[in-house]
């Protein structure tokens, strides 16, 4: 069964930092260009970071020098660490592949960063 488990989200200060987690079950994630993408209420869904299969790393220009996106292959878990997190990163962050191949969304992990 395809799932995607995304953790590590919570209520931080403007500033602070948080890891997110995205486990993968029935892909093989190895294969797979993977993406972190996120959800303001009442906006779109937004691409922030993408990491091809060989580790090339691609971001979002609001998240430039702030977060860094990686993989371990091995534990078939992406990962994205946040710094110097604003009001404006609040949002439902969720893990896909890049482009997007029918897999379902996961839930996504809630962070919210307060000023």
């Known amino acids: 069964q395809v799932q995607l488990v995304e953790s590590g989200g919570g209520l931080v200060q403007s500033g602070g930092s948080l890891r997110l987690s995205c486990v993968t079950h029935?892909?093989?994630?190895?294969?797979?260009?993977m993406a972190w993408y996120r959800q303001n209420s009442g906006n779109q869904r937004e691409l922030v970071a993408s990491?091809?299969?060989?580790?090339?790393?691609n971001y979002a220009d609001f998240v430039k020098g702030r977060f860094t996106i990686s993989r371990d292959n091995a534990l078939k878990t992406l990962y994205l660490q946040m710094n110097n997190l604003q009001p404006d990163d609040t949002a439902v962050y969720y893990c896909?592949?890049?482009?997007?191949?029918?897999?379902?969304w996961g839930r996504g992990t809630l962070v919210t960063v307060s000023s």
């Open positions: 896909n592949s890049r482009p997007l191949r029918s897999i379902e």
């Open positions: 029935g892909i093989i994630f190895r294969t797979y260009t």
């Open positions: 990491i091809t299969t060989v580790g090339k790393q």
